[in-house]
């Protein structure tokens, strides 16, 4: 039986961050169309301050109307205890909350370094667990940093620590200036499973550089089970200089199905919701499948 792989569609929150603002009903369209793919985990939106992130100021009200996909998991980001109080008061029942694993990044994205906001793991574990919400921790700038340069492991797994001894439910790891190239992959991971033992380990590349997708590849061929992506390549970070490049929801799909891994996802699906993507934010995405098409039609022709 071909190993299956998770993907989570963040194009909703990740890939919007950086663009500038989108009416609820675009967000609300691009929501069906991900639906439409099959996809079982979507991250919806973030519950941070809108003056940081001004695309994510209706949170709350785009999370009033995922009742309407029963059958997909939905989870919000958040930076801060206030934050997953808020998620969970807009009845989202998974969260991810973030730590930099740089204390500039750090610095940047939350305002303080990452030894404050390793510690408030606990606060938020609490939060969320006292209302049967579940918690995932994702380590930002796990391989490089913008600011800081190369980021050692040892920090990484310093976090990974302290999420398993917290209770974390899930873990991941995420290139967020898309700088790692395989065989760093493949090493952090190797590091990363004595840490945290059965916890479940995802992974969210960026293919700024070409790599995220080889990346991404190295990751699952080392046990990792879960990716994010986002349509059409939409999306980056927006503290972060030159971040941008989600990997493709469609490619991944195409590089995994074709290299025999199993997912959820419906590839010629996912390439309409990247056209729907590209149509509601107005401009060009990276994605290759959107500009090539799926390698079984182009053969068919």
């Known amino acids: 039986m071909n190993r299956h ?4 569609e963040v194009s909703l929150r990740d890939g919007l961050q950086i663009e500038q603002p989108i009416a609820l009903s675009a ?12 996809v079982r985990e979507v991250e919806a939106t973030a519950f941070v301050s809108p003056s940081k992130v001004p695309s994510m100021a209706d949170a709350a009200e785009l ?3 995922l009742h309407r996909y029963p059958d997909i998991e939905f ?3 958040v930076a801060s205890p206030n934050g997953a109080r808020r998620a969970i008061a807009a009845r989202l029942r998974s969260i991810e909350y973030v730590v930099a694993a740089s204390d500039a990044f750090s610095a940047a994205n939350v305002g303080r370094p ?6 408030q793991i606990g606060e938020i574990l609490a939060i969320a667990h006292d209302n049967d919400v579940t918690v995932e921790v994702v380590v930002a700038t796990a391989w490089d940093c913008p600011f800081d340069g ?39 991971v190797a590091q990363l499973r004595p840490v945290i033992g059965d916890i479940p ?34 999306g980056g970070c927006p ?28 590839l010629q699906a996912a390439i309409v919701a990247a056209k729907v993507a590209k149509s509601v934010v107005g401009h060009d995405l990276p994605s290759a499948l959107l500009r090539a098409g799926d390698r079984i039609r182009q053969v068919r022709r």
Request: proline share 4%; no cysteine; charged share 20%.
């Open 5 to 8: 792989v998770d993907i989570r």
């Open 239 to 266: 503290f972060a200089p030159g971040a941008t490049g989600n990997i493709a929801t469609e490619d991944l799909v195409y590089l995994l199905t074709d290299s025999g891994f199993d997912v959820d996802v419906d």
């Open 75 to 77: 989870s919000a980001l």
């Open 114 to 119: 990452t030894a404050e906001a390793t510690n």
């Open 63 to 65: 999370a009033a109307e």
């Open 201 to 234: 380990l995802g992974g969210h590349f960026h293919n700024t550089r070409g790599a995220g997708l080889a990346s991404a590849y190295a990751a699952v061929s080392s046990g990792v089970t879960r990716l994010d992506a986002s349509v059409g390549g939409l």
């Open 150 to 188: 190369p980021t050692p492991p040892q920090r990484v797994l310093d976090i990974a620590a302290a999420a398993r001894d917290q209770g974390v439910d899930r873990f991941s790891i995420a290139d967020t200036i898309g700088t790692a190239t395989p065989g760093r992959v493949s090493s952090l």
């Open 27 to 38: 967000k609300l369209e691009l929501l069906a169309a991900v639906a439409a793919t099959g």
